[in-house]
């Protein structure tokens, strides 16, 4: 099927951990994004990734990494995890140019930080 | 700094019923989108409108866009259990990495 695709579907850690989230899309777009969900489903963008150039939201902590091998990839590294970071994380990705441009989602990842 | 706001925040309506859900926005945007979400899943992409005077109608659910009140509705006629669900209104300026905005989303509760 195509889609989004985002591994692992749970996630519990303990905190000072550090994990990874990975997301594949087979939709052949060339821009992905990452997105957190709190608690009161507020959701944030975190960063946006095209064509190898990465902008980020500034609010977010440089514990945050993303790493995109390909562009069908874009996979988000954390360090030193907090209990604040417990949240949905969701993966999306869009075309960029293309009128319209809807973003696609991934399940999401929900990451338990103990 | 771009705000979308949504109102209501909650909504909890009977069968049969119509309503209207706003979200307004603090500056000008190239596009707007509505996305569906039911607990515990994924985003699902409802509507995308691009000018002035857009309407979209899919269904229970028609949303539209005033770019110059800044404000979109996503009106929902005779609802029905199955569109209980979040719904998330969502603002894209274009030259900032195409990364959307989201209101605070509107949980919305359809009784039989």
């Known amino acids: 099927d195509t889609a989004v695709s985002q591994t692992p579907k749970y996630l519990v850690t303990q905190m000072g951990n550090d994990k990874s989230i990975k997301c594949e899309q087979n939709?052949?777009?060339?821009?992905m994004y990452w997105y957190k969900q709190d608690s009161k489903k507020f959701l944030k963008i975190m960063f946006s990734y095209n064509n190898k150039e990465l902008i980020i939201n500034e609010t977010v902590p440089n514990r945050f990494s993303p790493k995109s091998p390909d562009k069908a990839h874009l996979n988000l590294h954390i360090n030193s995890l907090e209990l604040g970071d417990s949240a949905v994380y969701f993966c999306a990705s869009s075309l960029w140019g293309l009128a319209g441009g809807t973003q696609y989602f991934g399940p999401g990842t929900r990451l338990l930080v103990l | 700094e771009l705000k979308v706001e949504q109102n209501p925040l909650f909504l909890s309506m009977q069968e049969g019923k119509n309503y209207t859900i706003y979200c307004n926005y603090s500056t000008t945007s190239d596009r707007l989108y509505w996305y569906r979400q039911d607990p515990g899943k994924s985003l699902e992409s409802l509507f995308v409108?691009?000018?002035?005077?857009a309407v979209k109608q899919e269904g229970r659910l028609m949303a539209s866009l005033d770019t110059k009140a800044r404000l979109s509705t996503l009106h929902i006629t005779a609802a029905v259990h199955d569109l209980s669900a979040t719904y998330f209104c969502a603002v894209l300026i274009r030259g900032a990495g195409n990364m959307l905005t989201f209101g605070g989303g509107t949980r919305l509760m359809v009784k039989p």
């Open positions: 939709l052949g777009h060339d821009t």
């Open positions: 409108l691009l000018s002035n005077g």
